[in-house]
């Protein structure tokens, strides 16, 4: 029989100090074991008195179990090993730190609406509360959930629970299992703590996929991702299939009433501009990956292409009309300089299908893509 491998981070469940016990145990053997192989000097075979020689032994035999002990102790006192959730609760690592979570959490407060809370809507969860958006009359509204899940504050069971920053009343008041929060809430997450088990998102370093595979994972709804990946997939296969997606400039610059910005990737647009291989502006691959810039007026034209595909935010109650108005602000005559609006072939889509991170959301973006590119014949911008 060979020996066995101490096992080093599997946890022993309602065992506490023993746990520790026991690895403290496998690793003091493991590297006492270790040391004791470790090369000896280049002399050491030169003979020495026995006294000198047991001595000798002695001291190193000391020193190797204060450096084994020393080891154990930097290993154990580490949270990521030591720390064990109750019953019904799991170990789970996020973007601040390690929290016990519920394995299976039924009251959940999400703080981003597109983000998170469209996303657990799709994956067939539904939270207690969530942020949300107000209207121009202060109705509050989650931003993309009722064209893409029919789901929204005024009819269903979710309260609404403030906007930036969120409400902590609200949420205490809802006593929540689980609350899901982004980089961007305003609400302090020490304080959100002592409501709940907390779960921070970085959407600007994981993006937005990888956002909603950690929701799903939180929910327990991973294995659905599988499914909807393939119906992505194939919509992907047929852009490639009917567009010559190398040889396809799109652009996707964005302008407000008061400066021209855009994203690398934007949203669902950018996901599929990437994944079906169609070439975008240098300048908008110099964008961080997952991150935006502002830039200045004068850069505009080196955001041109074949195409130019933007957005307008109907929750605000702007339309098309007004997004081609702030381009024109910003740079008067702005559709002559450009090949994409002079041509006819800048389109201006609705911003819920194009940034919601859902998967109903990515596939109607592909589809108008498809129809955009593959529906027409078109001029491609001179070299």
Same mark, same amino acid.
């Given at each position: 029989?060979?020996?066995?491998?101490?096992?080093?981070?599997?946890?022993?469940?309602?065992?506490?100090?023993?746990?520790?016990?026991?690895?403290?145990?496998?690793?003091?053997?493991?590297?006492?074991?270790?040391?004791?192989?470790?090369?000896?000097?280049?002399?050491?075979?030169?003979?020495?008195?026995?006294?000198?020689?047991?001595?000798?032994?002695?001291?190193?035999?000391?020193?190797?179990?204060?450096?084994?002990?020393?080891? !154990?102790?930097? !290993?154990?006192?580490?949270?990521?090993?030591?720390?064990?959730?109750?019953?019904?609760?799991?170990?789970?690592?996020?973007?601040?730190?390690?929290?016990?979570?519920?394995?299976?959490? =039924?009251?959940?407060?999400?703080?981003?609406?597109?983000?998170?809370?469209?996303?657990?809507?799709?994956?067939?969860?539904?939270?207690?509360?969530?942020?949300?958006?107000?209207?121009?009359?202060?109705?509050?509204?989650?931003?993309?959930?009722?064209?893409?899940?029919?789901?929204?504050?005024?009819?269903?069971?979710?309260?609404?629970?403030?906007?930036?920053?969120?409400?902590?009343?609200?949420?205490?008041?809802?006593?929540?299992?689980?609350?899901?929060?982004?980089?961007?809430?305003?609400?302090?997450?020490?304080?959100?703590? =002592?409501?709940?088990?907390?779960?921070?998102?970085?959407?600007?370093?994981?993006?937005?996929?990888?956002?909603?595979?950690?929701?799903?994972?939180?929910?327990?709804?991973?294995?659905?991702?599988?499914?909807?990946?393939?119906?992505?997939?194939?919509?992907?296969?047929?852009?490639?299939?009917?567009?010559?997606?190398?040889?396809?400039? !799109?652009?996707?610059?964005?302008?407000?009433?008061?400066?021209?910005?855009?994203?690398?990737?934007?949203?669902?647009?950018?996901?599929?501009?990437?994944?079906?291989?169609?070439?975008?502006?240098?300048? !908008?691959?110099?964008?961080?990956?997952?991150?935006?810039?502002?830039?200045?007026?004068?850069?505009?034209?080196?955001?041109?292409?074949?195409?130019?595909?933007?957005?307008?935010?109907?929750?605000?109650?702007?339309?098309?009309?007004?997004?081609?108005?702030?381009?024109?602000?910003?740079?008067?005559?702005?559709?002559?300089?450009?090949?994409?609006?002079?041509?006819? =072939?800048?389109?201006?889509?609705?911003?819920?299908?194009?940034?919601?991170?859902?998967?109903?959301?990515?596939?109607?973006?592909?589809?108008?893509? =498809?129809?955009?590119?593959?529906?027409?014949?078109?001029?491609?911008?001179?070299?």
């Amino acid at each position: 029989m060979g020996h066995r491998r101490p096992v080093l981070a599997r946890p022993l469940r309602g065992q506490g100090g023993r746990t520790l016990l026991v690895r403290a145990r496998c690793l003091g053997r493991l590297f006492l074991r270790l040391a004791r192989q470790c090369p000896r000097r280049p002399d050491a075979h030169r003979r020495r008195p026995r006294f000198r020689l047991m001595a000798r032994n002695l001291h190193q035999e000391t020193r190797d179990m204060r450096y084994a002990f020393s080891f !154990i102790l930097a !290993i154990v006192a580490s949270p990521t090993v030591a720390q064990e959730c109750p019953d019904g609760q799991r170990l789970f690592e996020h973007d601040a730190g390690a929290d016990c979570i519920p394995a299976d959490p =039924q009251r959940i407060v999400s703080l981003h609406d597109s983000v998170l809370t469209v996303s657990l809507l799709e994956l067939g969860v539904m939270p207690v509360g969530s942020h949300g958006r107000l209207t121009d009359d202060g109705v509050p509204f989650i931003r993309s959930a009722k064209t893409l899940t029919g789901v929204d504050f005024d009819n269903s069971d979710i309260e609404f629970v403030g906007a930036f920053p969120v409400d902590l009343e609200a949420i205490a008041a809802l006593s929540p299992d689980l609350i899901l929060t982004t980089q961007w809430q305003e609400a302090p997450l020490d304080q959100l703590r =002592q409501i709940a088990p907390t779960v921070q998102i970085d959407y600007s370093a994981r993006g937005d996929w990888e956002t909603y595979a950690t929701v799903a994972d939180l929910v327990g709804e991973t294995d659905r991702i599988a499914a909807m990946e393939t119906r992505y997939a194939a919509a992907i296969d047929q852009i490639r299939e009917r567009i010559d997606t190398e040889n396809v400039t !799109i652009s996707t610059i964005h302008a407000h009433d008061s400066s021209l910005f855009a994203y690398n990737p934007y949203g669902n647009i950018g996901r599929v501009l990437y994944d079906a291989g169609f070439r975008q502006p240098q300048a !908008i691959l110099d964008v961080p990956l997952n991150d935006w810039s502002e830039f200045s007026a004068e850069t505009l034209p080196q955001f041109d292409g074949d195409f130019i595909i933007t957005t307008f935010n109907g929750s605000t109650a702007d339309t098309p009309e007004d997004v081609r108005g702030y381009f024109e602000t910003l740079v008067p005559g702005s559709c002559d300089l450009l090949h994409a609006c002079r041509t006819g =072939q800048m389109f201006i889509i609705p911003r819920e299908e194009a940034s919601a991170t859902t998967y109903d959301a990515l596939l109607a973006t592909a589809y108008a893509i =498809q129809s955009i590119v593959a529906g027409r014949t078109f001029e491609p911008m001179p070299d």
